[in-house]
């Protein structure tokens, strides 16, 4: 039997016309209306506001004892002055300053200039206040002491204003990835190694391909031209290091001994000695002449990809996918200095040819050492933010690094400022990430520019010569804080 039914109060229907108004007034009860203006101030919240502000920066002036008010007499000097008290620090201003604390009409909250009264003639006054500030205060209190003291110049370097380069030449005829390049001594030729296994010898005036060489099996990694005899040295995958005699075009010399793969290869200045490292982490030291191992720098933990010699110790420099840069004494064959600022492989180091110092590049940073001693200078003041497989600097300063992802930077080296940001063009038929760079190099001049890279070409740089100061201004921004690692 069913139960007895509730009586339920009917719902008064609306219209959607009448839930729309209503929901309309609720909004323009919470908003206003005028969303253009603003909200009539509310006086009682402004004066707390205010209050908090002047807290927050007289805090620390406020809770200094005032002085008690003394005449000061024309005749009597400066004798009678007492002490100020033991607990306050005045912050004295310019010479002649000092005396304007004896005036007692000064109120020890007020900031800034004020006026003196005119019956008082001291011949201290300078019509500056001196603020006392609460020397017990908390250091968060005295922060705003800042606006009156001296700011310090930056002390960094200001960049020398250098031309922006210009791509005026691409050179292809290579097969494959372009990964070495080195300068005749004479400055009439340059030599490039590629992936395709052979080495191209081009015209440097007109770009013009004067020879190729073939021999090596695996592509060429390294190539350096000796300034005292008509030799050229190569260096590639295929564990060899070979010695051309550019009189006849053919091997003369090969270096055995490397267990894998070779990355860079170097010629010592004076002596007749090759540095060659590799993927079985040893810098090899061959003499040149009777093809023997004299020593093999063993102490890195990974690939040696980077190499550069110099007259004096340390005469021979390594950096290595460890993230290490290493110092060797070529007397001992053992390590001098092990550098471990880097927190990623070492892949590119660039000796500076006139200064007693060089940069090294990685994928987080780019740094500049001292040498003989190693010390860390600085930082360049921009991330390329890629892996950085070269670099190159001239006479004049200007150092170029070039990233896997095409990226072809240029940097004032004093300063290291970044004064340019170039990004590569790959040639028609190539993907867009065939645009890698890996090697780079300077003529004898300092003046040409050749860039080697992954879609086979051969990119030839010069400065443009129609820059100006006014066309291309120093954007320049000194950094506010100096890391020292």
Known sequence: MPGPTLDMEPVEPQSLKKLSLKSLKRALDLFSPIHGQFAAPDPESKKIRMSHKINVEYSGIKSAPAQPPKQVNSGSGTGNQGPSPSNALALTGPAGSGDSQKEGT???????PSLQP?????????????????????????????????????????????????????????????RSVAFDPSNNWFCTGSADRTIKIWDVATGRLKLTLTGHIEQIRGLAVSNKHTYMFSAGDDKQVKCWDLEQNKVIRSYHGHLSGVYCLALHPTIDILLTGGRDSVCRVWDIRTKMQIFALSGHDNTVCSVFTRPTDPQVVTGSHDTT????????????????????SVRAMARHPKEESFASASADNIKKFSLPTGEFLHNMLSQQKTIINTMAVNEDGVMV????????????????HNFQQAQTIVQPGSLESEAGIYALSYDVTGTRLVSCEADKTIKMWKEDETATEQTHPLNFKPPKDIRRF
């Open 106 to 112: 000064q109120n020890a909250s007020v900031l800034g």
């Open 325 to 344: 840069i290493k110092f060797w004494d070529l007397r001992y064959g053992k390590t001098m200095t092990t550098l471990t600022h880097h927190k990623k």
């Open 401 to 416: 690094t070039g990233g896997d992802n095409g990226s072809l930077w240029f940097w004032d080296w004093r300063s290291g």
């Open 118 to 178: 005119k019956g008082q003639n001291d011949v201290g006054t300078s019509g500056k206040s001196t603020a006392m500030v609460s020397a017990s205060a908390p250091f968060s209190e005295r922060l705003t002491t800042s606006a009156i003291i001296e700011r310090i110049p930056s002390k960094w370097p200001r960049p020398v204003w250098h031309r922006p380069w210009k791509n005026y030449r691409v050179i292809s005829g290579h097969l494959g990835w372009v």
